[in-house]
């Protein structure tokens, strides 16, 4: 059997690091939007018999534009695959080889998600296909075993994501704008940028995340005046251009702009008719 899916995209409208953790991990509080930007993919599962090994595989239909990622069994979407059907203990006669063909539409390196959206999209497809039954909850736990975005990409909406991005709160919708992206040629290592946030994560002022989430509860169509991102800083001090395609949004007439996560995708918002 096949199954065409889309993976989503999603955008921080707002990132708080609040701190880093004895484990060397960082506790987040962010505000995660599902946009429309996204990876197309299709899922072919065929059955087998006792004597059969489990097999995934994973090819890109446009790789050549995406030379940093591996297409091989250490690619997120073949270990999400291999992470369900171990989880749901399904059996080889059941599932015996998935094959998982990808069109890439969203940028890597950009703090868009994209690695993560592909894994979610893979949990939430297997569950359906093999009629597994498994609870949101329980794929979110799984998404997050693979990464911290995956629970919330397995969700989508709009979601207060906190902890480490495990611990998620869904909210109403956002207000409708629309969402412009310009990615910068440079992409950023989130590691880096997490190691760059510890130089000020004591001293610089933080985004008021409470404030977002209450104008969101509340429908404030003015909610992007709350929009910030604590990595933002980080992120500039090694691709000053990220300001220069926030001020051009501005000056051609978006309400707010913005770097989405880790960067370094810089968002426009800009009001819908």
């Known amino acids: 059997m096949k199954k065409s899916i889309k993976a989503y995209a999603k955008v921080n409208l707002i990132l708080d690091i609040v701190s880093k953790r004895?484990?060397?991990?960082?506790?987040l509080r962010s505000v995660m939007q599902t946009i429309p930007l996204a990876d197309d993919m299709e899922i072919e599962v065929l059955p087998g018999s006792s004597g059969n090994v489990l097999s995934i595989s994973a090819v890109c239909t446009n790789a050549d534009s995406f030379p940093d990622i591996k297409w091989d069994e250490s690619n997120l979407v073949c270990r999400a695959a291999?992470?369900?059907v171990e989880e749901a203990c399904v059996p080889i006669e059941k599932a015996a080889h998935i094959n998982i063909k990808l069109?890439?539409?969203?940028?890597?390196g950009a703090g868009l998600g994209g690695g993560s959206a592909?894994?979610?999209?893979?949990?939430?497809a297997l569950n359906e296909m093999l009629e597994a039954g498994m609870p949101a909850e329980k794929l979110c736990r799984l998404g997050a075993k693979l990464g911290a975005d995956v629970?919330?990409?397995?969700?989508?909406?709009?979601?207060l994501c906190e902890g480490i991005g495990e611990k998620l709160t869904p909210l109403p919708a956002a207000p409708k704008v629309t969402y412009?992206?310009?990615?910068?040629?440079?992409?950023?290592?989130t590691k880096l940028m997490y190691q760059k946030v510890d130089e000020y994560i004591d001293t610089d002022p933080h985004p008021d995340t409470d404030r977002l989430v209450d104008a969101i509860m509340h429908g404030d169509k003015e909610f992007y005046k709350y929009i910030s991102n604590f990595m933002e800083k980080a992120a500039?001090?090694?691709?000053?251009e990220i300001e220069e395609i926030k001020k051009d949004f501005i000056k051609k007439g978006a309400v707010a702009s913005f770097m989405?996560?880790?960067?370094?995708a810089v968002v426009g918002i800009f009001l819908t008719e």
């Open 151 to 159: 629970p919330f990409c397995i969700m989508g909406g709009t979601v």
């Open 260 to 264: 989405t996560g880790s960067g370094s």
């Open 118 to 124: 592909d894994a979610a999209a893979v949990l939430n």
């Open 22 to 27: 004895p484990d060397g991990y960082h506790d």
């Open 236 to 240: 500039v001090s090694i691709c000053p």
């Open 180 to 189: 412009l992206i310009n990615k910068p040629e440079v992409s950023l290592s």
């Open 82 to 84: 291999k992470l369900f």
């Open 103 to 108: 069109t890439k539409n969203i940028p890597s």
